[in-house]
């Protein structure tokens, strides 16, 4: 019993020990931050006439939001005859009779619009991109998502970056339009300044690799045929794309002054599905191009950070299994404390507390001084941004196997609702509305690694390790608040 309670608390150390090394590299993502963020882009030039730009809008099943996100892009300032607009459609709903009743409106009015439909998904986004690609008049292209509402001024405050020769993309930092419409949507929101504010400028203005997110951003349309174009062998073609380009030299340009603002989802399930695309697709890059970055000239410290940012997904991995085995780690560490009179577990539990969850509080925290002049109203969020993050382990654990075994699975879009903040009513309205996260069972398993886990907290209780228990209270709270959430709200829609 002693030699399996010194194994398995071995165990624990160890997967512990190896997610904080990916907490010490937020520390080390703050400290780029702050060293290298007064260094922003300034374009070399400006165009002295303003080149062709087509902005692409690939669009699946999104009769809520369409009409909205081509208005918004025909309202930018930029001269109509240097601006070509692609829908890109591959809906199998109505948003395909919606959309083109809408460009044909918009053509009337003047405005340059094409309307692009194909009648299967090959390639998916990917492919509707490629697709559009061979009719691109433009020099340029940028890409919005159907959830975004680009500012009038955003094309303008980005293609004077292209008077660079170097410069192949340049990507603007996203909003949230409906930040405060939940509790969800306050945590998403915080966890995507983390990823913009802290990483994207951190990366970016220190040499390092950055990647495209997939809409927001504009590309000089030589720069995608020179990395070999849109590829639709995994599920986050922007980057794969983005570390393509990099390698074959092309710079990349990060304004986290220039804001597109968007709908993050509102319903859990939605966003669980959202999460499981990013980290398959990341993980899918990784494997694909992980030995091509090791084997190319390009400096060490740009090998490891593309390292530590596409294997990042693993960390959930990990967290699940060292979740699987925390209650009997619990008993063993309890059992064993006091029969051999441990001492030294306080000081480990505690340096590897402030390892593994102190930076990534440290980090997010971070994130909201440098981006929101009231930061400290939302300091409130942290426990339950960094339980989330544990709770959607099984979630993306099953991404991670899925892409590590090679199990092929379409792209499942986030369903959007065109809702703004739960101050704008009507705030329900979403719950009456077509699409949805998809169904799993998923949700209970979570439910009862929730429970599971409370009794993880109880034991630890019982055997004095208090040092353990802030730890230990952020899996069963993660867990319940994701699982009964999406139990919840799926019912709730049903009924």
Not at 103 to 110: I, N
Not at 272 to 280: I, L, M, N, Y
Request: contains cysteine; charged residues 20%; aromatic residues 14%.
């Amino acid at each position: 019993m002693v030699v399996l309670g010194k194994i398995l608390v071995a165990t624990y150390f160890a997967i512990l020990g190896v997610l904080s090394l990916y907490g010490f590299h937020r520390y080390i993502m703050v400290a780029l931050y702050y060293w290298y963020k007064r260094h922003g882009a300034k374009p070399k030039e400006t165009f002295k006439e303003l080149p062709l730009v087509t902005v692409q809008l690939p669009v699946f099943n999104e009769m809520y939001v369409v009409t909205r996100l081509l208005d918004a892009v025909c309202a930018m300032e930029y001269p109509r005859d240097r601006l070509q607009v692609q829908l890109l459609d591959d809906s199998i709903d109505e948003t395909t009779q919606i959309a083109e009743a809408h460009v044909r409106s918009l053509v009337e009015k003047g405005h340059n619009v094409s309307f692009i439909h194909r009648n299967d998904r090959t390639g998916f986004k990917a492919g509707a991109l490629e697709a559009g690609l061979k009719t691109a008049t433009g020099e340029y292209v940028a890409i919005f998502d159907a959830d975004f509402l680009p500012s009038r001024d955003l094309l303008m405050k980005l293609i004077h970056y292209f008077t660079d020769p170097k410069v192949g993309m340049v990507q603007a930092r996203w909003g949230h339009v409906n930040r405060d419409f939940s509790l969800l949507t306050r945590v998403q929101s915080i966890l995507l300044d983390g990823h913009f504010v802290i990483e994207h400028t951190a990366r970016n203005r220190s040499g390092r690799f950055f990647n495209f997110n997939g809409t927001a951003g504009m590309w000089r349309k030589t720069c995608i045929e020179d990395a070999g174009g849109w590829h639709h062998d995994t599920l986050t073609e922007d980057l794969d794309l983005s570390y393509r380009a990099q390698l074959n030299g092309w710079q990349f340009i990060f304004l986290p002054e220039v804001v597109a603002p968007a709908e993050v989802p509102v319903e859990m399930n939605a966003f669980k599905s959202q999460q499981h695309r990013w980290a398959k697709g990341s993980v899918q890059v990784g494997l694909k191009i992980l030995p091509r970055i090791w084997m190319s000239p390009i400096p060490l410290k740009t090998k490891i950070e593309a390292t530590f940012h596409l294997t990042g997904n693993f960390a959930y991995l990990l967290m699940l299994l060292m979740s699987l085995i925390l209650l009997p780690v619990t008993l063993m560490r309890g059992q064993l404390g006091f029969q051999l009179g441990w001492q030294a577990d306080y000081y480990i539990d505690l340096a590897l507390f402030i390892a593994a969850t102190i930076s990534v509080g440290m980090f997010y925290v971070v994130s909201q001084i440098e981006g929101h002049r009231d930061w400290w109203t939302r300091l409130k969020y942290f426990p339950l941004l960094i339980s989330v993050g544990i709770g959607l382990s099984l979630n993306n654990s099953k991404a991670v196997l899925e892409a590590l075994f090679g199990h092929d699975s379409s792209f499942v879009r986030t369903p959007k609702y065109n809702v703004g903040n739960a101050a704008e009513p009507p705030a329900d309205n979403w719950k009456k509305k077509k699409y949805f996260g998809a169904r799993s069972m998923m949700a209970y398993i979570e439910i009862f690694l929730g429970l599971y886990f409370c009794v993880s907290l109880y034991t630890a209780w019982q055997y004095g390790m208090y040092s353990s228990i802030p730890f230990l209270a952020l899996f069963p709270l993660g867990f319940l608040y994701v699982g009964v959430l999406s139990l919840f709200q799926r019912r709730h829609v049903a009924a």
